[in-house]
């Protein structure tokens, strides 16, 4: 079964520092990963998705993300973080041949400190 | 070009009436789903479509039905709405499910 673990429900930052946000997944075939970022009170939209081309993904608003078969890991990263950056980030897993969906872990919410 | 558009934006529900919840795209998409997100516990979808006049359940279906009559609309209905049911929803579309998901703007439904 698929299934999307984030770590840590709540990260924060300084603003200017490294972000990181951790995703593992467990998949049995090659998965499609994505990441989505949710600002208050709207929907989500992506941020970047990898679909097993280059391993390392770059997205809107200088966001990357790397996956990393041998520790089924697609961490989000950004050098520098922008108060802009403040927001809740999900990250999803499919994959071809199951269940014809998305599966999302549950979020990690970034705050960045002035 | 409007994407995802949900109707209602919010709603207030008394326990045991009910309600639809309108999904609409203009992407020509052939899946949809519908999600609700509650706090610690990400999104769980509820039910899906991947075409016209088909539906599938969920992780979270119970409570809740579905219709897909026109391949741009995809509603949601609480027949007897109780307070666990109090949510924000999300609707979502896109070409298949190896592909971005498009999310509507949400619906914020308190039931009392």
């Known amino acids: 079964a698929q299934s999307v673990t984030q770590l840590g429900s709540h990260v924060s930052v300084s603003e200017g520092a490294l972000v990181l946000l951790r995703c593992n997944y467990s998949?049995?075939?090659?998965?499609?990963l994505f990441w989505y970022v949710q600002y208050p009170n709207q929907g989500l939209q992506l941020l970047l998705k990898y679909t097993s081309a280059a391993t390392l993904v770059k997205g809107i608003n200088g966001f990357e993300a790397e996956f990393k078969k041998s520790e089924t890991s697609f961490h989000l990263t950004k050098p520098s973080a922008h108060m802009s950056d403040a927001a809740e980030y999900f990250c999803a897993v499919s994959e071809s041949g199951t269940g014809n969906q998305f599966y999302f872990g549950t979020g990690t919410s970034l705050t960045v400190i002035p | 070009n409007a994407g995802v558009t949900q109707t209602p934006k919010f709603r207030v529900l008394k326990t045991g009436q009910s309600m639809t919840l309108l999904c609409a795209q203009d992407m020509n998409h052939e899946y949809m789903y519908w999600y609700r997100q509650d706090p610690g516990m990400g999104l769980r979808l509820i039910h899906y479509?991947?075409?016209?006049?088909?539906?599938a359940k969920g992780e979270v279906p119970d409570g809740y039905n579905v219709s897909r009559l026109k391949k741009q609309n995809f509603l949601l209905g609480l027949e007897s709405a109780a307070p666990s049911q109090t949510s924000v929803y999300f609707c979502?579309?896109?070409?298949?499910?190896?592909?971005?998901?498009?999310f509507g703007q949400g619906t914020r439904l308190t039931v009392v």
């Open positions: 479509s991947v075409g016209e006049g088909t539906t």
């Open positions: 998949s049995s075939v090659p998965p499609y």
């Open positions: 979502a579309s896109s070409y298949n499910f190896l592909t971005e998901a498009f």
